[in-house]
């Protein structure tokens, strides 16, 4: 059996109270903040198979939780082409406290819960939900879904597969290691580093805006990845 941690990193665009990183709140609501409907399709997959979902309470904006936390970017300056004016000037102390406040707990919550799995089950999938904006590159992101993944980690590349083959049986148009790599920045790649050796997989899933704003496509999302999940 294989244990499973839900997680979704960029689950909101709010702010914390009394922070203004002097961005328009359209700008924050839009990709440049968060992930529209992440957070619905992993939800949706906690309730059916009774689990928590590890999911981030604020804007990217504020703390990238899908960074680690001496990349440049884990308090962005610049989110997908947006200026954050209230990033750009902070002290080393106040960057540290951040950090420690709102991005250590995150991920020391779901280490605690993968090296759990790996205890009682003997190994275990996190599984990401993420989602990207089409019209970033329209040529390009024609498809549906995307699942990320390192093709060189064998156990994790063979969960991959298993959950493409679901999807694609869904009706679903998915591509592999699309809009991004498997190998990027992200707390399932700094995971899978750490725990070398052991049967730790983390994938991500990406999931097309063109999907996640259309009326029931995020449940028709959680909907074709439950089977893969249950078999678990």
């Not at 665009?13 to 002097?22: R, S």
């Not at 610049?78 to 960057?95: E, I």
């Amino acid at each position: 059996m294989t244990g499973l941690v839900l997680s979704c990193e960029h689950a909101s665009w709010q702010l914390p109270p009394d922070v203004d990183l002097g961005v328009p709140s359209d700008v924050v609501s839009s990709q440049a903040g968060w992930d529209h409907g992440a957070f619905e399709i992993v939800e949706q997959l906690g309730e059916a198979l009774g689990l928590p979902v590890h999911a981030g309470a604020f804007t990217r904006m504020f703390v990238d939780l899908n960074r680690p936390p001496d990349h440049p970017d884990v308090i962005p300056r610049n989110s997908y082409g947006a200026v954050v004016p209230g990033n750009a000037h902070l002290s080393p102390g106040d960057r540290a406290q951040r950090l420690a406040l709102f991005h250590q707990p995150y991920w020391d919550a779901i280490r605690r819960e993968v090296a759990a799995r790996l205890h009682d089950r003997g190994a275990c999938l996190q599984f990401s939900s993420h989602s990207f904006d089409p019209s970033l590159d329209p040529a390009q992101r024609t498809y549906e879904v995307g699942v990320l993944y390192d093709p060189a980690h064998a156990f994790e590349a063979e969960l991959a597969e298993r959950l493409m083959f679901q999807l694609r049986r869904a009706g679903l148009d998915v591509r592999a290691n699309q809009p991004y790599t498997g190998l990027g920045p992200a707390i399932c790649t700094a995971l899978r580093t750490e725990l070398a050796g052991k049967r730790y997989a983390g994938i991500e899933l990406e999931t097309s805006h063109a999907v996640t704003y259309r009326h029931g496509g995020c449940a028709r999302i959680a909907a074709a990845v439950l089977p893969f999940l249950e078999q678990l």
